[in-house]
Nanobody, 122 residues
Framework: QVQLVESGGGLVQPGESLRLSCAASGYTYNNSCMGWFRQAPGKEREGVATIDNDGSTSYTDSVKGRFTVTRDNNKKALYLQMDRLTPGDSAMYYC?????????????????WGQGTQVTVS
């Protein structure tokens, strides 16, 4: 079965950096679209960044130039390097995978989710 485990969240000050990791198992990792999503209290879950199996990426506008999504197919891992963090980035961050074709950016299009890791910028 598909398992996704996030790590790397924490409390940082504005302007600092964090690197989130997601360990994946239970499916054919190389043939998947993966994404990072976040959800702040009282808000809908939003897409932060996605990366397809060919390495093509997509970012939400608010993180462009600050966040970088990468994947390591050998380690079956997904990463999110977050630089110049702001309080607006505070949220629970989730790793997700889509096994169907295409690499969309909406949460509804991803079937499998991790438990999340909290990022607080204050």
């Amino acid at each position: 079965q598909v398992q996704l485990v996030e790590s790397g969240g924490g409390l940082v000050q504005p302007g600092e950096s964090l690197r989130l990791s997601c360990a994946a198992s239970g499916y054919t990792y190389n043939n998947s679209c993966m994404g990072w999503f976040r959800q702040a209290p009282g808000k809908e879950r939003e897409g932060v960044a996605t990366i397809d199996n060919d390495g093509s990426t997509s970012y939400t506008d608010s993180v462009k130039g600050r966040f970088t999504v990468t994947r390591d197919n050998n380690k079956k891992a997904l990463y999110l390097q977050m630089d110049r963090l702001t309080p607006g980035d505070s949220a629970m961050y989730y790793c997700a995978v889509r096994l169907n074709s295409g690499c969309p950016t909406l949460a509804k299009d991803f079937a499998f989710w991790g438990q999340g890791t909290q990022v607080t910028v204050s």
